[in-house]
């Protein structure tokens, strides 16, 4: 394997331009959130503090170590310190590539936006994109690794790029059966899967608020279904809308990894839980990843022209 390439045909970590800030409601808390993305140093990676509680637990890396299993959305622990749906901020940070970045937040989720990545996507634009003097270093796949649970299954497998393919099989007609392949790239992950919204039942979100969840939850933030029938006044963005937001899901869950990634992942009819199990099984088995340093993006396809560092310990992600 060829280790010489030079510095100007590495990747570089990429941050913020500036800080710039949102705001929203929680998809299921309900209350108010206010949100501000803020430029971070090389090696930072992607950290959320909570500006509404003090001491240690206030600030929390967004990586698998701090994650828990929740079948609901994506959720951040550290010292009883909770930070929940961070999957869509995640998504989008993710498909353009931003390494660093700290995210100041003054609740315990992530506003939910209009359900989907787009928001974030605007924000990361009008912030605009920095380039840092870092290379980029990303986890690369040597080895399937898989997780599975009854007709559920999530796997990572070795490529030359991160890709992305998921299957969905519903009995709704709704929604019935559907699959999507990508290769991940800012340009094709924000045409072909940022404004695809999250979805749920009708009859779900009435027992999720009788749970105290979904408080925030309205036609205005996610796609609705009633049996065959789609509620949403403008109906989908995409005719496959319910897989390209499984995709959008999978990308922010992949993220908890720490690093780009450098492989493929198929889920079918996998959720949250199970993606970060998938990871957290991943980084556990070092015959099964490496770091490698990115080569600029034309070179990306050729395998020999990875650079792999020393060896680092997977809890250091």
């Not at 780009?260 to 959720?271: A, E, L, M, N, Q």
Request: hydrophobic share 40%.
């Amino acid at each position: 394997m060829k280790t010489n390439i030079t510095a100007n045909r590495v990747q570089k970590q990429k941050t913020l331009k500036s800080a710039i800030n949102c705001s929203g409601v929680g998809l299921h808390s309900g209350d108010n959130v206010i949100m501000t993305l803020h430029p971070a140093a090389p090696d930072t990676g992607v950290v959320f503090r909570r500006t509404d509680v003090a001491g240690k637990g206030a600030v929390i890396p967004a990586t698998w170590e701090y994650a828990i299993e929740s079948p609901l959305c994506t959720m951040l622990v550290k010292d009883d310190v909770k930070i929940g749906t961070i999957e869509h901020l995640m998504s989008a940070l993710a498909g353009f590539g931003i390494d660093n970045c700290y995210i100041d937040i003054n609740a315990c989720e992530v506003p939910v936006m209009d359900g989907s990545s787009s928001p974030f996507v605007f924000l990361i634009e009008c912030a605009g994109i920095l380039e840092q003097n870092a290379p980029k270093r990303a986890i690369r796949i040597l080895k399937e690794v898989r997780d599975e649970e009854d007709n559920r299954s999530g796997s990572l497998s070795p490529n030359e790029c991160f890709s992305v393919s998921f299957e969905i099989d519903f009995e709704s007609q709704a929604i019935g059966h559907q699959e999507l392949y990508m290769e991940v790239r800012a340009d094709r992950y924000k045409q072909e899967v940022s404004r695809a919204r999250t979805f749920g039942f009708l009859h779900e979100a009435d027992q999720l608020r009788k749970m105290g969840l979904a408080r925030g939850g309205s036609l205005d933030n996610a796609i609705v279904i009633d049996g065959d029938t789609i509620m949403n006044e403008g109906g989908l963005r995409y005719g496959n809308e319910f897989v390209r937001h499984k995709v959008l899901d999978s990308i922010g869950d992949l993220y908890l990894a720490g690093a780009p990634i450098v492989g493929h992942y198929h889920g079918v009819r996998t959720g949250h839980a199970q993606t970060y199990r998938l990871v957290k099984k991943l980084l556990a088995d070092n015959s099964a990843w490496e770091w490698v340093t990115l080569p600029i993006e034309d070179t990306v396809s050729h395998s020999a022209s990875y650079t792999v560092p020393q060896r680092a310990a997977a809890a250091s992600v």
